[in-house]
């Protein structure tokens, strides 16, 4: 059974930094994409971030490039996103998400942590 567990949300001021964690669980993981999508109130979920647990590549959304980065420690099984310089409109839930790299659809999630940015 695959588990994710998210972190390191909170309510920081505009131009602040956030650090999220992803503890996985339950599989070798070195198969996987994993992924950070975000959903407002009010809004479908979307794509943040993604990496592949072996060789490390990334991709992005555009309007997060240049201030968040994904990242992952292999011993550890977690993988963080970095957010910098923080707008109120990263405000949202954040979730972790995992996939096999032979699929397109992320089959596995976490609960979600809150990320707020006040203004």
């Known amino acids: 059974q695959v588990q994710l567990v998210e972190s390191g949300g909170g309510l920081v001021q505009a131009g602040g930094s956030l650090r999220l964690s992803c503890a996985a669980s339950?599989?070798?993981?070195?198969?996987?994409?994993m992924g950070w999508f975000r959903q407002a109130p009010g809004n479908e979920r979307e794509f943040v971030a993604s990496?592949?647990?072996?060789?490390?590549?990334?991709s992005y959304a555009d309007s997060v490039k240049g201030r968040f980065t994904i990242s992952r420690d292999n011993a550890k099984n977690t993988v963080y996103l970095q957010m910098n310089m923080l707008r109120p409109e990263d405000t949202a839930v954040y979730y972790c998400?995992?996939?096999?790299?032979?699929?397109?659809?992320?089959?596995?999630w976490g609960q979600g942590t809150q990320v707020t940015v006040s203004s």
């Open positions: 339950g599989r070798t993981f070195s198969s996987y994409h």
């Open positions: 990496i592949r647990w072996i060789g490390g590549s990334t």
């Open positions: 998400a995992a996939r096999v790299v032979t699929t397109m659809s992320y089959n596995y």
